[in-house]
């Protein structure tokens, strides 16, 4: 059974740093498009950033450009989302999220494997 599990997340003061990770349990990571999303409560699961399956396309929200960058390392099964400059807006609970095309972008729909999500809170 395939699984994502989140880690990395925590509590982080305003223009602090944190690195998530996404580890895999898929024989052929590589395979996989990856993205991470988050949400809070009473809103919407918001798209935060994405990867091909190879890492050479990625695609930002306009709120994490500049801030977050999305990797890969497919040796590890592993996708990563360093996230500098945060801001209390950024606090969300962030998922990881995997689907067979080569690149899924924002499109949540897409995703057919999701994480269970880690905590991310930025105090001001």
């Known amino acids: 059974q395939v699984q994502l599990v989140e880690s990395g997340g925590g509590l982080v003061q305003a223009g602090g740093s944190l690195r998530l990770s996404c580890a895999a349990s898929?024989?052929?990571?590589?395979?996989?498009?990856m993205g991470w999303f988050r949400q809070t409560p009473g809103k919407e699961r918001e798209f935060v950033a994405a990867?091909?399956?190879?890492?050479?396309?990625?695609g930002y929200a306009d709120s994490v450009k500049g801030r977050f960058t999305i990797s890969r390392d497919n040796a590890k099964n592993t996708v990563y989302l360093q996230m500098s400059s945060l801001k209390p807006e950024d606090t969300a609970v962030y998922y990881c999220?995997?689907?067979?095309?080569?690149?899924?972008?924002?499109?949540?729909?897409?995703?057919?494997?999701w994480g269970q999500g880690t905590q991310v809170t930025v105090s001001s």
């Open positions: 990867i091909s399956r190879a890492g050479g396309t990625t």
């Open positions: 898929v024989r052929t990571f590589s395979s996989y498009a």
């Open positions: 999220a995997a689907d067979r095309n080569i690149y899924s972008g924002n499109r949540a729909l897409e995703y057919d494997l």
